[in-house]
């Protein structure tokens, strides 16, 4: 079997707030060779390279450490200030700081140089997301001519957005160095393809993209939960002991819950809106609903994260101001991370999942609230229409999250949903969740990255030199 070589920003740690693609990963890992390479998380005052080694089960993890300006230009600025937001719509918070795209080319050149020597011919590279776009492209340019496959878990954006990004074409030229682009969804994968074919002059035969003198397989992946591991999670002490919890307090099946990195791509004030129409439309409700809102800060060296804090804060506190009674309160926000457990009890007390963001590359929380419900008694998923899952799970109520008063007749509806229904619904979505967990997905990616290894042009990956010149600021 070819070793795995997967790269990523951050590799997962025991220690920290583990966000949707460190699960996603995980899960892959398992039960095969691999290698993990990423950023440690810490810093250091000159970057040189320095690995650092260690081993869980059959995986081995390897971290360097990034200097400041790193941090600065390549994290929080070109990843999370102008990528992040370009990708999720929001242009008006993106930012072009001509530094930024010099930091994130830099350390992509630091992170190839520095995993180049652990790489052999036959491992299969799978490079994810947006922060390592041009890492393919960097490891060609040090001679590696095996399989190198990209997946992007946030989503593509319209190519009219995409044209926003200063040097944009540069961007995807480095991407025709990998043999295979994965996509979370249909919709994202035809953005691609359309850029590509709209404005980099390039040509499509089924999902074979050539351009830039190259071609690549562009496909969606839809990523899946590691359902198995999850549900017997929801079986442990700890997630049983959080369900009693939430029942002694008559709050079994009145509970609605949202979980989610604080995140202004995650629709959380919309959200809030949106109850609060609720219990101004039903206002014999405000006793007999709770609201729980889990969103741990993410991000706060971006100042668009700063200011979105400030406004759940305001608008939980509002809405209790006016609702609240002396015993009661109809909102509870949590600005802190669970353990796994704790959240597998707390999803399956939930009588609704609110899981509404204004855009999202595919959710996994919308996985995970279906995967624990009671099969005899299950919660209703009420799901944004912007988030890639909502492809894959039509059974979910689907609502536009901008619209506070279609999401608050969602709520209604969920609440009040006969039991034959929840459990045909809930039956439906689960059978996908089950189907196209984390394993499938891997197994789905890496069949098609060999496929399209041994359909990429011969000498391909060895004809790197004529653009490998081009710099990501043209
Ligand atoms: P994220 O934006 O991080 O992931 P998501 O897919 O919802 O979004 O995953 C979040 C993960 O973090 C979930 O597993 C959730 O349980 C966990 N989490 C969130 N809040 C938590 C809390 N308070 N305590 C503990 N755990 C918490 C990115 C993309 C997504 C895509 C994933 C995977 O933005 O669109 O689904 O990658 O590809």
Redo the contacts with the bound molecule.
């Keep these: 079997m070819s070793r795995l070589v997967v790269v990523s920003n951050r590799v997962a740690s025991a220690a920290g707030?583990?966000?949707?693609?460190a699960?996603?990963i995980g899960a892959a890992l398992k039960g095969r060779p691999a290698l993990w390479f990423g950023w440690s998380g810490e810093r250091t005052a000159r970057f040189d390279g320095a690995l650092c080694v260690r081993r869980v089960g059959e995986t081995e993890i390897v971290t360097v450490e990034l200097e400041d300006a790193d941090v600065e230009e390549y994290y929080n600025g070109y990843a999370n200030a102008a990528l992040w937001p370009l990708f999720h719509s929001r242009t008006d918070l993106a930012a072009y700081d001509r530094s930024f795209s010099e930091g994130y080319a830099r350390v992509n050149r630091r992170f190839a140089a520095a995993l180049r020597p652990l790489l052999k011919p036959d491992d299969l590279v799978w490079v994810h997301d947006y922060h390592l776009i041009p890492l393919g492209h960097e490891l060609r340019a040090l001679g590696f001519a095996g399989a190198l496959g990209f997946f992007l878990?946030?989503p593509w954006p319209a190519p009219q957005l995409f044209m926003t990004l200063p040097h944009h074409r540069n961007l995807v030229a480095a991407m025709f160095a990998y043999d295979l682009v994965g996509l979370q969804t249909e919709e994202c994968a035809a953005a691609f393809a359309s850029y590509v074919l709209g404005e980099a002059g390039g040509a499509a035969r089924g999902d074979r993209l050539f351009a830039f003198g190259r071609s690549l397989t562009a496909r969606a992946f839809p990523?899946g939960l590691d359902t198995a591991d999850f549900q017997l999670l929801a079986a442990s002490p700890t997630a049983v002991r959080t369900c009693d919890r939430i029942a002694a307090h008559g709050l079994f099946r009145s509970l609605i819950v949202g979980?989610?990195?604080l995140?202004y791509a995650k629709g959380i004030p919309e959200r809030l809106q949106a109850f609060e129409h609720y219990l101004q439309a039903h206002p014999d409700m405000a006793r007999k609903v709770l609201y729980l809102q889990?969103?741990?800060s993410s991000r706060e060296a971006v100042a668009a994260y700063q200011a979105l804090g400030d406004a759940v804060l305001t608008l939980a506190g509002r809405i209790n101001a006016a609702w609240a009674e002396i015993d009661n309160a109809p909102v509870l926000y949590v600005n802190?991370?669970?353990s796994?457990a704790e959240?597998a009890g707390v999803y399956r007390a939930a009588g609704v999942g609110l899981v509404t963001p204004l855009r999202?590359?595919?959710?996994?929380?919308a996985k995970?609230y279906v995967a624990v419900q009671s099969p005899e008694d299950p919660g209703v998923l009420v799901l944004s229409r912007f988030a890639?899952a909502a492809a894959q799970m039509k059974d979910a109520l689907i609502v536009n999250p901008y619209a506070r008063e279609e999401v608050a007749d969602a709520l209604d509806e969920a609440l009040h949903m006969g039991r034959g229904e929840r459990i045909r619904r809930w039956q439906s979505l689960m059978d996908g969740v089950t189907r196209c967990d984390a394993q499938a997905w891997r197994d789905a990616f890496i069949a098609a990255l060999r496929e399209a290894r041994r359909k990429a042009a011969p000498g391909q990956s060895d004809r790197h030199v004529d653009w490998a010149a081009r710099s990501l600021r043209g």
């Excluded at 707030?17 to 693609?21: I, R, T």
């Design positions: 707030p583990a966000g949707g693609l699960i996603a878990h946030i990523v979980v989610d990195r995140d889990i969103a741990p802190r991370n669970l796994r959240l999202d590359g595919m959710n996994l929380v995970e890639g």
